[in-house]
C-alpha cells in the first residue's frame, strides 16, 4: 500500500490548478445557461460532474477537495434563491449543503484513488516486465560469453599443441558468439529506449525494398539460407523508422533458421487497404502450443526438445519486435503454416490520400552481388 499511498499524496502542480480553476468556471458558465430552465438542480448535477472531471486529472486529493468546497459555494451562491447571496438559513438548507458536500468529497476521493490504483498496477507491470527481461538476459548473455571465454582460454591454454585449424576453429566460435551477444544488446537496447520515449518514434518516408535488402544483407553475413522476396513491382514508400524495421526482418528471420530449423525463408510485401503487410514464412518446424502461448513474452526459455539446447532464448528478439511494429501503429503476429513452417506477419500503416508507389525505373541500379532471388508483381 506504500506504493499506492505514493501516488494519493503527491502535491498538484500549478498546471493542475489552472485545470482546476477551468473546470470550475466551465462548471459556472454551463449552470447559468441551465438555469434559465429550470430551478437549478441541473446545475447541481453539473457541479457533481465538475468535481469528477478535477479529481480524475489532477494529482492527489487537494484539488478534488477544492473543487468540491468551491462548487459547492457557488451552488449556494449562484443556484439556490436568493441568488447572488450566501443564504445557509433557509429550512433544511444546512443538511442539504452538507450532504451534498459530503458527497462530493467522497466521489473525489474516489475518483483520486482509482486513479492511483491503475497507476500503481501500471507500475507494478512495468517492473514485471523488467524483471522478465532481466532473468532473460542474464540467461542469454552468459552463454555467449561462457562460450567465448572457454574458447579464448582453450587458445592462451593449449596453443602450443594446437593446429591452426583448430585454432582458426575456435577464433570463429568467438567471432560467431560474440555476434550474437552484439545482436542481443541491439534488442534489449530497442526494448528499452522507446520505452524511455514513451512509445515514439520519427518515421520517414523509406523505400520498402531497399529496407528488405538490406535486411536480407546482413542476414546473409551470418546465414547461408536463401531467401526468396516477393514484392511489388512498383516500390512501395512506407511511413517508418528504417533501422528498426529492419531490426524486425533480421531477428524473424533469425529466429526461423535457430528456433524453426528453416532451410528456406520467404520474404512477400503488399498493400492492403492502409497497411503495408510484410511476410516472413519458412519451411522448418513451426512453432509449438506451449512456445506460442509465450512467443513475444520476452522472458521465456526456448528448448531444443531433441538435443537439450537451451542456449538461445527467441524471447528477447520477438518481443523487441512486436514493440517496435507496436509503436509504429502496427500488429505482428505468428501462425503455423498447413504445409509446416511457420509464418510471422507484421502490418505498418500508411498515411492515406496519398500514392505511395514509385516508378522502379526512377531508382538507379547501385548493382552488387545478388544475394537472394527476387519476384516482382506487376
Known sequence: MSGLKKYL?????????????????????????????????NSRM???????????????????????????????????YPYYEFNFSLAGYPVTFAVMLSVSLIIGMLTTRLKAKNLFQADIEREKISGNLLRAVSHDIRTPLTSITGAASAIIDNGSSLDEEQIMS??????????????????????????????????????AEEIIGEAVRKFRKTRSVPVEIDI???????????????????????????HGKATMISLSLEQQGDNAV???????????????KKLFEGYFIHADESSGDTKMNMGIGLSACR?????HGGELTARNRPGGGAEFVF??????????FMDTDLIADEGGEDLWNTKTRS
Not at 490548478?17 to 438542480?41: E, H, K, N, S, W
Not at 514493440?323 to 509503436?327: A, L
Open 323 to 327: 514493440t517496435i511494429i507496436s509503436v
Open 9 to 41: 499524496t503527491v502535491m498538484p502542480d500549478f498546471r493542475d490548478y489552472i485545470f482546476t480553476a477551468a473546470v470550475l468556471i466551465f462548471g459556472v458558465g454551463i449552470g447559468l445557461l441551465l438555469r434559465r430552465f429550470d430551478d437549478g438542480c
Open 46 to 80: 453539473i457541479y457533481f460532474l465538475c468535481v469528477v472531471l478535477v479529481a480524475r486529472f489532477t494529482k492527489g486529493y487537494v484539488c478534488g477537495f477544492i473543487s468540491s468546497v468551491v462548487g459547492m459555494l457557488a451552488v449556494n451562491f449562484l443556484f439556490t
Open 232 to 258: 511489388p513491382g512498383d516500390l512501395m514508400l512506407i511511413p517508418m523508422d528504417p533501422t528498426l524495421i529492419e531490426q524486425v526482418l533480421v531477428n524473424i528471420m533469425e529466429n526461423s533458421v535457430i
Open 170 to 207: 575456435l577464433v570463429c566460435d568467438i567471432k560467431d558468439e560474440a555476434n550474437r551477444l552484439i545482436h542481443m544488446v541491439e534488442n534489449i537496447l530497442t526494448v528499452t529506449k522507446i520505452g524511455e520515449k514513451t512509445g515514439t518514434i520519427c518515421k520517414s518516408l523509406e523505400a
Open 347 to 356: 502490418t505498418l500503416p500508411m498515411e492515406q490520400d496519398k500514392n505511395y
Open 278 to 292: 510484410f511476410k516472413i514464412s519458412d519451411n522448418g518446424k513451426g512453432i509449438s502450443d506451449k512456445v506460442k
